[in-house]
């Protein structure tokens, strides 16, 4: 059995408010984390947790990834907008210009997602969080199926996508050109061996399919730090 996502992580100020925020949005259940923080816990096929820690580092630009949350209606997609503006998200100009069929917020501490249309083709057969929709190679694209033993959904002018065998989120990288890192990045995944798995040799394997390890500071902990070929921070943790 391969090492699993088993969380995205959010760096937050209010880690607890920013976790109702989204656990309103999105109808999971807030739960305290076995690693650290505070996390919600998939109603769905989603497959990994969301996990809020505490940081005071200020955003710097937009994020790598983002939430595409789907609509099977104008009437929901409008729904979800009221539910996300009414919990303290706010609406977001990025340049998507005024006849884009999807609606661009921002949650309470400024982190990007959308709204999408219905009618979506792409995200025709996904959940209600359809895509983490991410800035990043098609190299990148290519070590994250490798790395999670995910299939590649799409691969088609150096933009790809993943997913689960299990079902879940899509997981797409855009293709160039690809933003600069402006810091550490503020979402970022946690991966884990399974139960009978070896952390290290996890380690060993991810960096032969090119990652690296890095120091953010992180001092004596039980996970390690890695960078994806992109240069995105993220965690391998002790199995589960």
């Not at 200020?58 to 009414?86: C, I, W, Y």
């Not at 100009?93 to 609606?103: C, E, F, T, Y």
């Not at 921002?106 to 995200?123: K, S």
Request: glycine share 12%.
């Amino acid at each position: 059995m391969t090492t699993q996502l088993v969380a995205l992580s959010f760096d937050a100020k209010d880690p607890r408010g920013l976790a109702g925020f989204w656990g309103g949005v999105l109808g999971w259940e807030v739960v305290e984390d076995p690693y650290d923080g505070i996390a919600l816990l998939p109603s769905d096929d989603t497959g990994f947790r969301l996990r809020f820690l505490p940081s005071q580092e200020p955003k710097t630009g937009q994020n790598q990834v983002h939430f595409d949350l789907t609509s099977q209606s104008l009437e929901e997609q409008q729904q979800t907008v009221a539910r996300a503006l009414e919990l303290g998200g706010r609406h977001l100009d990025i340049g998507q210009g005024a006849d884009a069929l999807h609606v661009v917020l921002a949650d309470p501490e400024g982190n990007e997602f959308c709204v999408i249309e219905p009618g979506n083709n792409f995200l025709a057969d996904c959940g209600f969080i359809g895509a983490l929709s991410s800035d990043g190679s098609q190299e990148v694209g290519y070590f994250w199926s490798k790395a999670l033993d995910w299939p590649l959904v799409w691969d088609q002018d150096e933009e790809t996508a993943i997913r689960s065998p299990h079902g879940g989120p899509k997981i797409t990288w855009g293709g160039p050109p690809v933003n600069p890192k402006t810091g550490k990045n503020r979402l970022h995944f946690d991966l884990a061996p399974p139960a009978d798995g070896d952390q290290q040799a996890e380690v060993d394997r991810l960096v032969s399919l090119g990652a690296t390890r890095i120091d953010i500071g992180q001092g004596e902990v039980s996970w390690i730090v890695l960078a994806d070929p992109d240069g995105n921070e993220f965690c391998v943790l002790t199995p589960r």
